[in-house]
């Protein structure tokens, strides 16, 4: 059959068959369904072989591109030895646990256990019920409650959105639920006024001690946060944000809880993104990054403090059915060997991080260009409508998607949050492809300026 029609078919039997997430059903139905079939480094192809450079892995997940045989090669074999085992009952697998030292290695001795799941939301259930068991152990019962933050992304479970701070996501199904507060982010272009970014960092961590003050400290148990906010915006926080918020967290004894899903395993030059931003999280939750989406798995690193507490709690009466997947496992296992041997981590800190940095603040001087950030290899573009200003374009989702739309249209994939343009790449990028992601990016804003919106 000839490709265009067979695309046809297959878009047909989506809109009919599919629901999608973070979809609107009815245009989807209306628009067809764009069909991937191949990858190779940072390149996808459709099903009608058109090619696109990635610009986002995936979803902040292909670390390692597209394409590795070496990982199918891995989870074939693995497959066919012993394609699953549970992790319940006192048993466990050979990739589950030589997975789990591997993981905890990488945190020089600051987390040393990990409790498995099968996505970034289901690591966010997790960590909020083990920070209730521990206080509960300890005999704190009243402490329960959690502090996050508005436009953070911990997942799209009931406990995930509810500490998400997503509007649009509370706003379905009665979220939050009891128990979650949210204080401001820590995103100066927008928020900062007339503060410096060092000053403003110090104002909206403050946020959490008054918000501690307004629950009473006796019924706080945690504050979670992602080092670098993704589906927020890549809103990147002054250098002074998180040493104040670790130093809250430890004044006011609650746990300090770092998101992970994003920034975890080399995105931003370091292991994880804690260890940038100089701070030591009691749990940290990963997922994407840690098997580079080849397979889905994710966990909890839990520390000593909380580990030995909950070694005294009794049973933990929580797990899933796919906790330490052995053919998922083992996925983990040769990603993490690619990103060791191919020195990625370091690569991003040392090489293709500092001169992604380089070139995208290139775009600074675009004229719709409010400001261009990076931290290892993410990046975003914040749209502005008169930079001196900081004023911002009327419709900012408009202006993001505009942006968005023409750089997918001529073969680059980017993503917007509102007037953010963001970039996560996979670790292997070229310098060559960088230069050809600045290129259709700048493209992408002239069309922007060409359109002349409020
Ligand atoms: C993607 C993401 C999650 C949720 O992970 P899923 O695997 O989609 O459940 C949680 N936290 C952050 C920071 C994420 O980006």
Not at 139 to 146: N, R, W
Not at 165 to 192: C, F, R, T, V
Not at 195 to 201: D, I, N, Q, Y
Not at 369 to 378: A, D, F, H, S
Request: glycine share 10%; with cysteine.
């Amino acid at each position: 059959m000839d490709p265009v029609q067979q695309l046809q078919n297959m878009s047909a039997l989506d809109a009919a068959h599919h629901i999608h997430p973070f979809c609107d059903i009815k245009d989807m139905q209306k628009n067809g369904t764009l069909i991937m079939s191949r990858g190779e480094g940072v390149w996808i192809h459709d099903s009608l072989g058109n090619p696109y450079l990635d610009g986002f892995a995936g979803l902040w997940c292909v670390n390692i591109g597209y394409g590795r045989k070496e990982v199918g090669e891995a989870v074939l074999r693995q497959m066919n030895e012993l394609p699953y085992y549970n992790t319940f009952f006192g048993t466990s697998t050979a990739p589950a646990t030589l997975l789990a030292e591997k993981v905890t290695g990488y945190t020089s001795g600051r987390m040393n256990r990990i409790f498995f799941t099968s996505s970034g939301s289901e690591a966010t259930d997790t960590w909020f019920r083990l920070a209730r068991i521990y206080w509960k152990a300890l005999g704190h019962p009243s402490k329960k409650h959690v502090i996050a933050r508005r436009n953070g992304y911990h997942g799209s479970t009931v406990a995930g959105a509810s500490l998400g701070g997503m509007k649009h996501m509370h706003e379905q199904g009665d979220l939050p639920i009891e128990g979650i507060s949210h204080i401001n982010q820590p995103y100066w272009y927008a928020d900062g006024g007339d503060l410096s970014p060092a000053e403003f960092g110090l104002k909206v961590a403050s946020e959490l001690e008054a918000k501690i003050d307004e629950l009473g400290e006796e019924n706080v148990a945690a504050f979670v946060g992602e080092p670098v906010q993704g589906a927020g915006g890549i809103i990147i926080p002054p250098d002074t944000y998180w040493p104040e918020i670790q130093r809250i967290c430890r004044e006011r004894n609650i746990l300090l809880i770092a998101d992970e899903v994003v920034c975890g395993f080399g995105r931003l030059g370091r292991w994880f993104g804690h260890e940038h931003f100089g701070f030591e999280p009691d749990m940290a939750s990963v997922a994407k990054g840690l098997s580079s989406g080849y397979l889905p798995i994710g966990g909890v690193l839990i520390n000593d403090r909380v580990a030995d507490v909950l070694a005294q709690a009794g049973d933990i009466n929580h797990g899933y059915t796919y906790s330490g997947h052995p053919v998922c496992a083992t996925a983990a296992l040769e990603n993490l060997r690619i990103i060791e041997d191919e020195k990625l981590v370091q690569r991003v800190r040392d090489d293709i991080g500092p001169y992604f940095a380089e070139r995208l603040k290139s775009l600074e001087d675009h004229p719709v260009v409010g400001q261009v950030e990076t931290v290892g290899l993410l990046g975003a573009i914040q749209l502005a409508k008169d930079k001196t200003t900081r004023q911002r374009f009327q419709d900012v989702d408009l202006a993001g998607r505009t942006v968005r739309n023409f750089c997918y249209k001529h073969g680059l994939i980017m993503r917007a949050t509102a007037d953010r343009m963001l970039a996560s790449p996979a670790l292997v990028i070229s310098r060559e492809e960088v230069d050809a992601m600045v290129r259709y990016m700048r493209h992408g804003l002239d069309h922007l300026a060409e359109q002349n919106l409020a």
